[in-house]
């Protein structure tokens, strides 16, 4: 085990969506919604589900009916959302999630979620290993990369790097998880393919 | 300019990683992550017949053995290489397609054709190159057939002859590249072999007295070379000019021109090597960096074969490149100077997938402009294969 004592998060401490407000407006909309959620004001309960229906639910019944439908078949992918897909997963050689152990944080990943769904979106998401010479950072970037690439609509280009300063060996990491050709060769790699299911099972 | 797409093939069951136009048929091959080789007619546009069965993993890259058979009992002769760590050699008899397409009027030579493939499945798995320790990532045979090349992750790039049917002997393993071998390609009339790294690096090698030996090192890139081309020599200016292109990682596609063989007439003033170590040694200078066109991972670049100076490259980023070279005034001496230019491009060429392989092929459709056209073949991640033309405007 290369680190025996590594730092965990609290589970409760890990972020996760506040609001359940749905997304699925359209851009032009966005204003007005910002305009009616300040004016309930800081008094209303984020996650009262009662609020937020009342905020919503007239502006999508209202005024959405002719505007492009396209946009509302998929719903935008935001920074939350990719960190819900991949903090779940399980460490390769302890028995926590990379959420806990701070290997996946939230302001570590950026996204780029074109509006325009036949053109590329774009995901980056820069891991922290536990340790500096963690040797298996290659399997905790491939495990993000397959769980990515399995949950994430086609349109989206990934790029899972080490974050700077985190690891010796960081350019050839980052070289090798960004390889598709390597990636795809290890996808059809049985044992290695046991060891990424085993680390994905815990995902939801 | 313009690319203007044809047609497309409809999409294969999974990633498409290379397709291969025959050397003299009308015929197109495809490999692809489902184990499988598709052959397509380049005359409809239609796919005629699937290889399978001969690999166990993913089929990456896909290679027609050049003037296979005799003229009156013409055979196609295809090489795979597999993540599965082998290549594979498969026949079939192309006698029976040759008649009809020589039998028939126009019309009805495109239906005879195809049904005609349809029918007969005779690809056989002839041969299984085994030896590489790890995937295999491109395959390729020299100019007159005689050679066959491999490449792979064990970081070697393997010769193999072909002593006769079926026999193929290892005649060289190079192991000069420090890393990952991403592609082989050999020289259009020389036996000289090309291989791009990981390693950020380019080597040549050729034969020295019995052995094969590296005789240069072409470095610049500063990642991963996925795909190198030698330009087809002009008749005026004789091989000794060569160019090679490559495309990298590090989003650029450059131009090699070799500058000094041991064997070519050009250079005979030079005096002799004493050490025999450097008799193959040969010179190639970095002559060009074309135009930045692509914004991710550049996979595959071409040159075209009946217009000199005109490139097709591709990527990650879901665009197609077209450059080409001008003849532009130096304004200091008023000398002649080329220059490259983007003539075309065209980005989403696969939706949002990336494109994995593009290539020149000559035209066979009816759609056919002009004698010598040359069509422009992609191949994608979304398993689909797109024919483009370049259209005047």
């Keep these: ?204 | 300019m313009r690319l203007k797409k044809i047609t497309s093939l409809p999409p294969l069951s999974d990633r498409a990683w290379l397709s291969a136009p025959h050397p003299t048929l009308p015929l197109l091959a495809t490999c692809s992550s489902n184990k499988t080789v598709q052959i397509s007619s380049l005359r409809t546009f239609t796919p005629l017949s699937t290889i399978e069965g001969g690999h166990k993993r993913s089929i990456r890259s896909v290679a027609w053995k050049p003037n296979t058979g005799p003229q009156d009992n013409p055979e196609s002769v295809l090489a795979t290489g597999s993540f599965d760590a082998t290549a594979g050699i498969w026949r079939r008899h192309e006698g029976q397609h040759e008649e009809h397409i020589h039998s028939h009027d126009h019309d009805d030579e495109y239906g005879r054709y195809g049904e005609e493939e349809e029918e007969e499945e005779e690809w056989r798995f002839a041969v299984v190159l085994d030896g590489h320790e790890s995937e295999v990532k491109s395959v390729a045979w020299s100019a007159g057939g005689s050679f066959l090349a491999t490449c792979s992750r064990d970081k070697s790039v393997w010769v193999w002859e072909e002593m006769d049917d079926d026999n193929f002997e290892t005649i060289a393993v190079l192991q000069e590249h420090t890393q990952d071998v991403k592609c082989v390609k050999w020289h259009p009339e020389e036996e000289l072999l090309a291989s791009s790294s990981y390693d950020d690096t380019i080597r040549l090698y050729k034969e020295d007295v019995d052995d094969w030996a590296c005789c240069a090192v072409l470095t610049g890139h500063t990642s991963t070379v996925w795909d190198i081309d030698f330009e087809k020599p002009k008749p005026s200016h004789g091989s000794a000019f060569s160019r090679l292109v490559s495309c990298s990682d590090d989003l650029t596609v450059r131009i090699w021109t070799r500058t000094s063989s041991s064997d070519s007439s050009s250079f005979i003033n030079k005096p002799p090597s004493i050490l025999r170590t450097n008799s193959i040694e040969e010179q190639w200078t970095e002559t060009a960096c074309l135009p930045a066109a692509h914004t991710r991972t550049i996979y595959s670049v071409s040159w075209c074969s009946s217009q000199p100076g005109r490139i097709v490259s591709c990527g990650g980023d879901g665009k197609l490149a077209v450059y080409e070279e001008f003849e532009v005034e130096a304004h200091e001496h008023g000398e002649k100077k080329k220059e490259w230019r983007i003539v075309a491009e065209v980005g989403g060429a696969h939706g949002v997938c990336e494109v994995n392989n593009v290539c020149w092929a000559k035209r066979w459709d009816k759609g056919k402009r002009f004698e010598g056209e040359d069509l422009v073949i992609s191949t994608g991640d979304d398993g689909v294969v797109s024919f483009w033309e370049l259209a005047l405007e």
Aim: glycine content about 4%.
């Design chain 1, 1 to 204: 085990m290369d680190n025996e004592n590594p730092t965990i998060l609290n589970a409760s401490d890990l972020p996760s969506r506040k609001r359940q407000i749905k997304r699925r407006l359209p851009s032009g909309l966005s204003n007005v919604d910002m305009g009616l959620l300040s004016s309930i004001g800081p008094t209303a309960e984020p996650n009262d589900p009662f609020s937020t229906g009342n905020v919503s639910d007239p502006l999508s019944s209202g005024e959405d009916e002719d505007s492009d439908g396209d946009d509302f078949d998929v719903e935008q992918i935001d920074e939350q959302e990719i960190y819900d897909l991949i903090s779940t997963i399980s460490d390769p050689e302890h028995p926590l999630s990379l959420g806990e152990l701070a290997v996946v944080n939230l302001p570590h990943i950026k996204v780029t979620d074109n509006q325009d769904r036949s053109v590329m979106s774009h995901v980056l998401v820069e891991i922290t290993p536990t340790i500096t010479h963690c040797s298996l950072a290659t399997v905790i970037g491939l495990g993000i990369r397959v769980r990515l690439e399995q949950a994430l609509p086609p349109r989206f280009r990934l790029d899972v790097r080490i974050r700077e300063g985190t690891h010796s060996t960081a350019d050839q990491v980052n070289k090798q998880l960004n390889d598709k050709e390597r990636v795809a060769a290890a996808c059809e790699n049985e044992s290695l393919m046991a060891v990424l299911r085993k680390m994905l099972e815990t995902c939801k």
